[in-house]
Every structure is written in structure tokens, then in C-alpha cells.
């Protein structure tokens, strides 16, 4: 019989912030997109929508995603305290897809942290 373990990650390693208006996330999030089109989703998680982008797998990032470390270079989110399946920008008509993750044990814990950490907008550093 195969055994099948749930390891989740140990840490998260978040190398840039960016809070947003929640209409200018959506807007940049869907920058490239033709007029009428479908972008990318965003995830949304206790109250905050957001994007997250990883470093490329290396050599030293995958030994680091084993040992349960995980790296994002950067994350950027706004708040939105009602979920909404979908956003549409008017002047585009594009659509922007949103992804429910609450209940995700590490969606629901990045989004406490982003609201605890860094409440305020602007590009913020990790400390």
C-alpha cells in the first residue's frame, strides 16, 4: 500500500510587499489582458485578495522547498472584506477571476499576517 503524507510548508519567505487600493490591484492585475478578456485570478483569503509570485525553481530553491521553506518574491494584495467570484473592470469589460482560499491553512495564515504586519499602503520591506 503507498502511504501518503500532507507536509505542509514550515515558513514562507516573503522578499517584497505591496498594498492596494483594491481597484488598482485589479487594474494592474489585469494589464495585457485585451478588452473584454480574461485575466489571471487573484486569491482571497479572511478579507484580503491577492497575488503571490514565486522565485524560479534553482538548484538551491528546490533543497529549500524540500526542508519545507518556501520563497515568494513578492506578494500583492488589498483588501476586500466580501468575497465576489468575479471583478470587471468597466472600461475593458476584462474580468478578473477570484479564487475562495479561505480554509487553506497557508492562505488563511499569509492573510492574517499581511493585515496584523503591514496594514497601511506602499511598497513595504520585510523587516
Known amino acids: 500500500m503507498i502511504e501518503i503524507v500532507y507536509q505542509p510548508w514550515k ?3 516573503v522578499h517584497e510587499i505591496f ?7 485589479v487594474k494592474l492585475h489585469s494589464l495585457g489582458v485585451e478588452p473584454g478578456g480574461l485575466a ?3 486569491l482571497w483569503a479572511d478579507g484580503i485578495v491577492f497575488s503571490r509570485s514565486t522565485l524560479l525553481d534553482t538548484k538551491d530553491v528546490i533543497k529549500e522547498k524540500l526542508e519545507g521553506v518556501i520563497h515568494w518574491t513578492s506578494v500583492e494584495w488589498a483588501e ?13 469589460r476584462v474580468k478578473v477571476p477570484i479564487i475562495n482560499a479561505s480554509g487553506h491553512p497557508v492562505y488563511d495564515a499569509v492573510s492574517k499576517w499581511l493585515k496584523e504586519k503591514y496594514p497601511t499602503i506602499g511598497k513595504l520591506q520585510v523587516p
Do not use: G, S
Open 11 to 13: 515558513k514562507i519567505v
Open 19 to 25: 498594498k492596494h487600493k483594491l481597484e488598482d490591484l
Open 40 to 42: 489571471e485570478p487573484l
Open 80 to 92: 476586500m472584506p466580501e468575497f465576489r467570484e468575479v471583478i470587471i473592470i468597466e472600461e475593458t
